[in-house]
């Protein structure tokens, strides 16, 4: 069974943010799959490149985490809104 993808043939929702995100905290991709493992995510930074290219798909626990480490509601990393 194929795996969802949106309208336009990406895999997760949240690239853009991730990395506008992760720029705006002056944050590395390497700096970031450290911070998320201390918060028991385990990726690395390859695994930041590729959901930032919309290669990976991103599970509900890591849209969570990134949430936590950004101080952002996980709509805003969904839908780029805040309630």
Same mark, same amino acid.
């Given at each position: 069974? *194929? /795996? *969802?993808?949106?309208? %336009?043939?990406e895999k997760n @929702? $949240?690239?853009t943010r991730l /990395?506008?995100?992760?720029?705006?905290?002056?944050m590395s991709q390497r700096d970031l799959a450290s911070a998320l493992q201390l918060l028991g995510i385990d990726m690395? /930074?390859?695994v930041i490149t590729r959901i930032e290219t919309n /290669?990976?798909? #991103?599970?509900? !626990?890591? $849209?969570q985490a @990134? %949430?936590? !480490?950004?101080? #952002?509601?996980c709509d805003y990393l969904i839908n780029g809104t805040n309630e």
């Open positions: 069974m *194929p /795996k *969802p993808r949106t309208s %336009s043939g @929702l $949240i690239s /990395k506008e995100l992760r720029e705006m905290h002056s690395d /930074k390859n /290669k990976r798909y #991103v599970t509900d !626990l890591e $849209i @990134l %949430s936590k !480490l950004f101080h #952002v509601s």
